[in-house]
T-cell receptor, first 117, second 113 residues
């Protein structure tokens, strides 16, 4: 079984300051991990993904995430927040156990990021 | 214009009524998924299909039904047995040769009258 915990339901930052969104995961297999972003009433957009290559993953819009196996974490960061970053962010783990379950995603509960001017 | 389309954007259901949500894709992806999103609960998997004419129940399939007669289409029916259907419904696709990344449509918001 696999699970994802996003440690903060809301994060508030000022424009131009760093962003940190925290995620812990649990998986029986070497996981694939993703961060998706969702703007209000829209679908989800892939920010970045980790698939057992480099542990520091760079994504779109200046975001990056670091896979830390010893801490079972996959935190999302950005050096300087922009107003357009305000959205909900989901940390996601993929089932790699094979068979018909291959590719099933388990979602965290989401972190709403607010950016103040 | 390639991608995933979901229609309608908003859908209203009356008591005891079945309604069908459309999901169409022209990405030539093999696998398709339906998720339900409620505030503060992330996304939960309703049904998924790895190939045409085959589909499996997800974590919350009760009160829902699907079909996969064509590769491009994966409609979801919300039946009258689903007692709390108000939610945002998202369709996603995945290429079998493209790893585990799923790509999402714009969603349909279902409201009960």
């Amino acid at each position: 079984a696999q699970s994802v915990t996003q440690l903060d339901s809301h994060v508030s930052v000022s424009e131009g300051t760093p962003v940190l969104l925290r995620c812990n995961y649990s998986s029986s297999y070497s996981p694939s991990l993703f961060w998706y972003v969702q703007h209000p009433n829209k679908g989800l957009q892939l920010l970045l993904k980790y698939t057992s290559a480099a542990t520091l993953v760079k994504g779109i819009n200046g975001f990056e995430a670091e896979f830390k196996k010893s801490e079972t974490s996959f935190n999302l960061t950005k050096p300087s927040a922009h107003m357009s970053d305000a959205a909900e962010y989901f940390c996601v783990v993929s089932d790699r156990s094979g068979g018909t379950s291959y590719g099933k995603l388990t979602f965290g509960q989401g972190t709403i990021l607010t950016v103040h001017p | 214009d390639g991608g995933i389309t979901q229609s309608p954007k908003y859908l209203f259901r009356k008591e005891g009524q079945n309604v069908t949500l459309s999901c169409e894709q022209n990405l030539n992806h093999d696998a398709m998924y339906w998720y339900r999103q409620d505030p503060g609960q992330g996304l939960r998997l309703i049904y998924y299909s790895q190939i045409v004419n085959d589909f499996q129940k997800g974590d919350i399939a009760e009160g829902y039904s699907v079909s996969r007669e064509k590769k491009e289409s994966f409609p979801l029916t919300v039946t009258s047995a689903q007692k709390n259907p108000t939610a945002f419904y998202l369709c996603a696709t995945r290429s079998q040769g493209g790893g585990e990344t799923q790509y999402f449509g714009p969603g349909t918001r279902l409201l009960v009258l």
